[in-house]
């Protein structure tokens, strides 16, 4: 691993080894998932009732291969992890679920692991048909997963102070942001996808981090929380906390199923706005989720990598670990003053 991979923040991937997902009809009968070139259409599949996820610690890179990360739970670590394709399965009730294969390969470049990364949850013992395989759109779900987005509806703060839908908001609209200003928007993305798995939202309740509405946003979404006194003992005042880490059941949820609309803003640098009266971040180009950006802006790109390359939010982000408890959500608004 270079210096370069040891200084970037790895990503927690939730992946099952290959082996646990076997042909149990088809062409290719009792073999694991594999290569694109190797997988036959309608091929059925069936999920081990023994299968676990581990999680994968992965270095992005701008395309495949990434770095197995050395806090990785599977894998060995500074190996090369290739992102193979997309594949997608139809269970027996019409549903699909797209997974995407990565594959580990050691210093002679022959396969270690394939690992699947479902973008949907997968049930033990089900059916799952092959009814896809693309390679083309593999980097660009892989990225999509790692966009933080607010969802239809959000109240973003505007540099006038008023509260505005996110999904109102247009190119060149300025908005309030905490640590410069009034900045101008470089760009918003749309999508709608199946509120599933890797994408179904998470919903913070009203007055729960003292948001002046409920909130909705995309998993990895991470809200700025400023401790007065630091109750959560991450040793700092300023953090940005994973919405899914703070999920308990209660008043932090996932919504699951339907479908959800996501925008991101991005601005010429990575920077805390307000949504829902509340400090919120917004995207943050980095070498995994450039690849959602439109062909156009991917073009200018080195423009705006300096600004979110030198993100003063860097190494402020809360582990997992430490928010591993369920009043975690309570601890962090009574740290803010609420």
Wanted: contains cysteine; proline residues 4%; negative net charge.
């Amino acid at each position: 691993m270079t210096q370069s991979e040891a200084q970037r923040p790895s990503q927690s991937l939730p992946v099952y080894r290959a082996e646990y997902l076997r042909v149990i009809n088809g062409a290719n009968l009792g073999d694991a998932l594999g290569f694109a070139d190797e997988l036959i259409m309608d091929d059925v599949y069936r999920l081990s009732p023994l299968s676990a996820t581990i999680r994968l610690g992965v270095i992005n890179a701008a395309t495949s291969p990434f770095t197995i990360a050395e806090d990785s739970e599977g894998g060995t670590p500074g190996a090369d992890l290739h992102l193979d394709c997309c594949v997608t399965f139809m269970s027996g009730d019409g549903a699909t679920t797209e997974c995407l294969v990565l594959v580990e390969t050691d210093g002679d470049g022959n396969v270690a692991q394939i690992y699947i990364l479902p973008l949907a949850p997968m049930t033990p013992k089900a059916d799952y048909v092959l009814v896809g395989v693309n390679r083309d759109n593999a980097l660009h779900r892989f990225a999509q997963v790692a966009c933080v987005s607010f969802t239809k509806g959000t109240a973003i703060t505007m540099a006038s102070g008023a509260q505005k839908p996110v999904e109102e908001i247009r190119i060149g609209d300025k908005v309030l942001t905490r640590d410069a200003g009034i900045q101008e928007i470089r760009w918003i993305g749309h999508q709608t996808v199946r509120a599933v798995g890797a994408f179904a939202p998470i919903s913070i309740r009203q007055g729960t981090l003292n948001n002046t509405r409920d909130l909705v946003v995309s998993p990895d979404f991470r809200l700025f929380i400023y401790q007065r006194q630091d109750r959560l003992g991450a040793g700092r005042a300023e953090l940005l906390v994973r919405a899914r880490h703070l999920v308990n059941g209660d008043t932090i949820t996932r919504l699951t199923g339907g479908f959800v609309d996501y925008y991101q803003m991005l601005f010429d640098s990575h920077q805390i706005i307000y949504a829902e009266g509340i400090a919120a971040e917004s995207m943050l180009v980095d070498t995994r989720t450039s690849a959602v950006l439109p062909e156009e802006l991917n073009e200018k790109l080195s423009e705006l990598i300096p600004g979110h390359a030198g993100s003063a939010h860097r190494g402020i982000e809360v582990q997992e670990t430490l928010l591993a408890r369920p009043d975690a959500a309570d601890i962090l608004r009574k740290s803010s003053g609420g």
